[in-house]
């Protein structure tokens, strides 16, 4: 955020890729906040959903907002009206729609990709630049305008050259029109301070500034072995259950750390630790920019809402090709439209290049 604000404390509910709110306790500031984001009007109890994925809820200049760690990116322009159209209000861009797999339970589909995986031939190194390019964005919210709640997006094209050995590298960052479901809350929604980037970013890292959380880094390499893997996730703090960012996270770790190859074994045992859990669905789904992906979802509830997660996954390699949050059911004191989305990702390439000008 701009304004010289220091982010002073990253809260709960835990970021998979952090080590913080292992206690599971909030400041009595966040958790007024977060009742006033989460709860309904009637609510009087401070409840903090575990398991938020992979937005990290910020104390800042007395604004809570749910931001993502993920490379965001992208252009919406037909959802957000930069393209001539009317910005439709109270919306966010369109939720996934699933397509449940027929005769087929979960955990068939999930055992028998990750038999085909197995078999696939290692990954090639053409470089000791991990590239990748992504877009997406995620739903800044605050809970304290006059108006009650305030939201605000930024589309945002996000390019990374991470270099393995130690970290170091360039990020190059797009942003695009800022984007409010309720355009009525524009004014509010930039004075907390909800506009997070804008124009052309490019900046270059020292060593260091890319490296992975230690934590992860700390158990590899990964078993190939699927109990013993899920004895490893378990050893990081993913989010009390949602194992599905346990998953991504542990595929981001080995990626950098091992520049850029993701044993083919190594994402079969993945799907196999996914496949044993019962509150996992799979489904076949349409990404925003049209590609045919696996959505491996988990769903929670808080009060009549309904919050699910999904991993996307590319049905020929296994790997993580995206994900998004949704929320179902009542909009809770977010002011948006149901079902609406609160944050989207999708990566468009990725490999290994020579330098941080090469692109894949």
Not at 18 to 26: E, K
Not at 52 to 61: E, I, Q, T, W
Not at 290 to 314: C, K, M, N, P
Request: proline letters at 6%; glycine letters at 10%.
């Amino acid at each position: 955020m701009k304004g010289g604000v220091k982010r002073v404390r990253e809260l709960m509910p835990p970021d998979p890729q952090a080590g913080f709110g292992r206690d599971g306790t909030l400041p009595d500031r966040a958790e007024r906040e977060l009742t006033a984001l989460l709860g309904t009007a009637e609510s009087t109890t401070p409840r903090v959903r575990a398991g938020m994925s992979r937005r990290r809820v910020l104390l800042a200049g007395g604004v809570v907002a749910s931001v993502t760690a993920l490379a965001a990116s992208g252009e919406l322009g037909r959802l957000s009206g930069s393209d001539g159209g009317e910005a439709q209000a109270r919306a966010t861009p369109p939720v996934l729609a699933l397509d449940p797999i027929g005769g087929r339970s979960s955990e068939e589909v999930l055992t028998q990709l990750a038999d085909k995986v197995r078999q696939l031939a290692p990954e090639s190194v053409q470089g000791p630049y991990l590239y990748s390019k992504s877009w997406g964005w995620a739903l800044n919210s605050a809970g304290d305008v006059p108006g009650g709640v305030a939201n605000a997006a930024v589309p945002t094209v996000t390019e990374q050259w991470i270099r393995a050995s130690d970290g170091a590298g360039r990020e190059r960052q797009m942003h695009g029109r800022p984007y409010f479901p309720d355009p009525d809350q524009e004014r509010d929604a930039r004075k907390a301070g909800l506009i997070d980037g804008k124009g052309i970013r490019d900046k270059t890292y020292g060593s260091g500034h890319f490296a992975p959380d230690p934590e992860w880094q700390a158990l590899l390499p990964f078993s190939t072995e699927p109990d013993r893997l899920l004895v490893q996730l378990k050893q990081v703090n993913w989010e009390g259950g949602r194992v599905i960012w346990g998953v991504s996270a542990m595929l981001d770790a080995t990626r950098r750390a091992s520049r850029g190859v993701v044993a083919p074994q190594l994402r079969a045992a993945a799907l196999v630790v996914l496949a044993k859990r019962t509150d996992v669905r799979v489904s076949r789904t349409t990404t925003w920019l049209g590609h045919q992906v696996l959505a491996i979802t988990q769903e929670t509830r808080h009060r009549a809402a309904t919050f699910r997660d999904s991993l996307l996954i590319d049905p020929t390699t296994g790997d993580r090709v995206g994900s998004e949050e949704a929320l179902l059911g009542d909009p809770l004191a977010l002011r948006i439209a149901v079902p609406g989305t609160l944050s989207v990702n999708e990566i468009l390439s990725r490999g290994t290049v020579q330098d941080t000008k090469a692109r894949v």
